[in-house]
């Protein structure tokens, strides 16, 4: 099976390699879509992600795929099924998975991270990571359902009502994954705060954004919103989310900076607001619930998947020679 292995800082090499053996609770996937994120752009150029990747691997941590094969021991899913693949995977004996806190695992691996992942034509995964897709999701959708699962996690770490007002800082694909997820979850009005024109308009049209601010030429209002998430992850835009914060607000941190980046902020404001600012930590338990908000039609992906890659263009793409991405999958097999 050809497969396209990261073999050092910035190196691929399309290889051909034999079929994965699978053990007795694991799965052999035969890939149909993998999404490329930040993330893979942070382990290409040697970054840790959620966890360090050592070369040579195989990246590819947002996939779908159908079952090819099943060890003796799984009774989840079967040879043809249709599935997306959660990447990460808990040791399940470490003091936060023995108190109901996964994702901060001592012992964390993941599919396309620490081990082989969805950038090649078939991968193995434990089956407790395999959610079989209704058939209403198509494969290329079901690639999104991990970023899905991630913005699901930022939410459920907030206490969400109808009368709250929010703000989204950040245009992106995460961004605007959340503009649609904290509508699904009831608030009743959400703006959205990007640098695109065009984005910020089509989450108008599309979305239901409400109001919309270009923070190249507009400024955020300060002393605003009840809920505000950041979903760029750079000190100014962290700064202008805790200013625009109304009393009792929440702000959710979810965008990531360098490991040695600071903001600015008025620290009398936390107790003066009494404010919760949450960081938020990839997406345990949420695949469920992302794949019915995908399925619903409560979020709606297809508008935002700009770039349809093969194999041999993730390079290009990662080495940023591709203009006007907003979310790139890898079309790995039909
Ligand atoms: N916490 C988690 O578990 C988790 C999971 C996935 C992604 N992330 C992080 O979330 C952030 C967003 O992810 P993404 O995939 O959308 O990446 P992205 O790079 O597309 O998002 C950043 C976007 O923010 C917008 N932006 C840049 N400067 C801005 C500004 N001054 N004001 C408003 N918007 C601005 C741009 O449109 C840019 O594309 C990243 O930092 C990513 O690492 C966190
Ligand atoms: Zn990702
Ligand atoms: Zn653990």
Redesign the pocket.
Same mark, same amino acid.
């Given at each position: 099976m050809k497969a396209l292995v990261l073999t050092g800082i910035k190196q691929f090499e399309i290889m051909n390699r034999d079929t994965p053996f699978i053990g007795e609770n694991e799965v052999l996937v035969n890939t149909a879509y993998a999404g490329v994120?930040?993330?893979d752009?942070?382990l290409y150029a040697g970054r840790p992600g959620?966890a360090p990747a050592v070369p040579p691997i195989v990246l590819g941590h947002e996939n779908s795929g159908v079952v090819a094969a099943v060890g003796s021991q799984v009774t989840n899913v079967k040879p043809g099924d249709r599935v997306a693949v959660d990447p990460n995977i808990y040791c399940g004996q470490c003091e936060f998975c023995l108190t109901s806190r996964p994702?901060l695992c001592d012992h964390l691996s993941a599919v396309g991270v620490t081990r082989d992942g969805g950038l090649a034509e078939q991968f193995v995964a434990p089956a407790s990571v395999l959610y079989a897709l209704p058939d209403n999701v198509p494969l290329k959708d079901a690639a999104t359902i991990e970023?899905i699962s991630?913005?699901v996690?930022?939410v459920d770490l907030l206490e969400l009502h109808p009368y709250q007002k929010a703000l989204v800082? *950040?245009? %992106?694909?995460?961004?605007?994954?959340f503009a649609q997820t904290l509508q699904a979850y009831g608030v009743h009005r959400v703006d959205l705060?990007?640098?695109?024109d065009d984005?910020l308009e089509r989450n108008k049209a599309l979305f239901g954004v409400a109001g919309t601010?270009?923070?190249?030429r507009e400024r955020?209002p300060e002393e605003s919103y009840d809920v505000v998430i950041?979903?760029?992850?750079?000190p100014?835009?962290q700064s202008?989310a805790v200013k625009a914060t109304k009393k009792g607000a929440q702000v959710l941190?979810? *965008?990531? %900076?360098p490991q040695e980046a600071h903001f600015e902020m008025n620290t009398y404001d936390i107790y003066k607001k009494q404010l919760a600012i949450k960081?938020?930590?990839?997406?345990p338990h949420t695949f469920r619930d992302a794949i019915s908000l995908l399925a619903s039609g409560k979020i709606n992906v297809a508008p935002l998947i700009s770039h349809e890659f093969e194999l041999d263009q993730v390079q290009d793409f990662l080495d940023g020679k591709v203009e006007g991405?907003?979310?790139a999958v890898v079309k790995v097999a039909a």
């Open positions: 994120c930040g993330t752009h942070d959620s994702e970023p991630c913005a996690h930022g800082i *950040g245009d %992106g694909f995460m961004g605007q994954l705060a990007g640098i695109f984005k601010y270009n923070t190249r955020i950041e979903a760029v992850g750079l100014k835009t202008d941190m979810f *965008g990531v %900076g960081g938020s930590f990839i997406n991405v907003s979310k």
